[in-house]
């Protein structure tokens, strides 16, 4: 999993379904409160790199802290598999939870440690 590819990804019921163009030659680990709980692993990309194919009606909205992140979970099971938000730089990103994407190895991922819950 060294070089980018096109996956598909979605919540656990199927109402949201997406498409994402990503490289998931390192995967991040947070322990920050939110990413603790749900078990994230996440690899973020433009948000041109991704499509929403369908659920959007289904997604609802949690901030939390500084309220820059929106993290959007599917309001029938509750899954958050992904997640809109700014850049460094200012442009829109998506934090795509690699846990919701289909067929991916988890085993077979290089996990990087971030310590979300220092900041």
Do not use: W
Not at 32 to 53: D, E, N
Request: proline share 3%; charged share 20%; glycine share 10%.
């Amino acid at each position: 999993m060294t070089e980018p590819a096109t996956y598909s990804g979605g919540c656990h019921c199927g109402r949201v379904r997406y498409d994402v163009d990503a490289d998931l030659s390192r995967v991040m680990s947070c322990n920050c409160s939110i990413c603790r709980k749900r078990g994230a692993l996440l690899t973020f990309v433009p948000a041109a790199q991704f499509k929403l194919a369908s659920g959007a009606y289904a997604l609802t909205d949690y901030q939390f802290n500084k309220k820059i992140v929106h993290h959007l979970f599917c309001d029938t099971c509750g899954v958050s598999s992904f997640a809109r938000g700014t850049g460094p730089d200012g442009a829109e990103m998506i934090a795509i939870n690699v846990r919701c994407l289909d067929d991916v190895d988890l085993d077979g991922l290089n996990l990087v440690p971030f310590d979300g819950k220092s900041l």
